[in-house]
T-cell receptor, first 114, second 110 residues
Framework: EPEVTQTPSHQVTQMGQEVILRCVPI?????FYWYRQILGQKVEFLVS????????KSEIFDDQFSVERPDGSNFTLKIRSTKLEDSAMYFC????????????FGQGTRLTVV | RKEVEQDPGPFNVPEGATVAFNCTYS??????FFWYRQDCRKEPKLLMS???SGNEDGRFTAQLNRASQYISLLIRDSKLSDSATYLC???????????FGAGTTVTVRA
């Protein structure tokens, strides 16, 4: 069964450092997303990406965040200067159709900022 | 008002019991509805989509009430493996995202 894969599974970084979280979406999917979940809280939307550009982004997705699809398979989330409050589980997801349809999630990257 | 609201539970039920819970959504333009399941510190996994007429998948039954803007999930003959957090997820027409509820925790005991 096709799946979304994410690397690394866990990343520890110092405050102020840049991190790049990587994702390989399901191959025939066209829409890609990043969500995050702070421990004990709900899953929150960060950004959606289609046709090599951002379709929608949330208030959380400020100038410190960026996304990229550097090649035909990878989809990355970069946080330029991490803050303590960026500590969370980051989930990549993909869907075959537009964002209000079912999405399939990767196993997540647990980011810990110290 | 939160976009998607759920009773957090927990619902503690014995094996074999039936458990049901609801979710309400605030945006009347919502057109797609899902139940996802999330195990502790794992990714959300699609359990089932929810259709207007209601639908069933094995022991799971989902209902949608557009007039009152709520959806429900019923689990029959609960198994220990049903213990998880159930996430109510809603999509709005022409949006590029899904909105998640905070989840309802179900614990099935032997």
């Amino acid at each position: 069964e096709p799946e979304v894969t994410q690397t690394p599974s866990h990343q520890v970084t110092q405050m102020g450092q840049e991190v790049i979280l990587r994702c390989v979406p399901i191959s025939n999917h066209l829409y890609f997303y990043w969500y995050r979940q702070i421990l004990g809280q709900k899953v929150e939307f960060l950004v959606s990406f289609y046709n090599n550009e951002i379709s929608e982004k949330s208030e959380i997705f400020d100038d410190q965040f960026s996304v990229e699809r550097p090649d035909g398979s990878n989809f990355t989330l970069k946080i330029r200067s991490t803050k303590l409050e960026d500590s969370a589980m980051y989930f990549c997801a993909s869907s075959e159709w537009q964002g209000d349809t079912e999405a399939f999630f990767g196993q997540g990257t647990r980011l810990t900022v110290v | 008002r939160k976009e998607v609201e759920q009773d957090p539970g927990p619902f503690n039920v014995p094996e074999g019991a039936t458990v049901a819970f609801n979710c309400t959504y605030s945006n009347s333009a919502s057109q797609s509805f899902f139940w996802y399941r999330q195990d502790c510190r794992k990714e959300p996994k699609l359990l089932m989509s929810v259709y207007s007429s209601g639908n069933e998948d094995g022991r799971f039954t989902a209902q949608l009430n557009r007039a009152s803007q709520y959806i429900s999930l019923l689990i029959r003959d609960s198994k220990l493996s049903d213990s998880a957090t159930y996430l109510c997820v809603v999509g709005v027409r022409n949006d590029y995202k899904l909105s998640f509820g905070a989840g309802t925790t179900v614990t099935v005991r032997a």
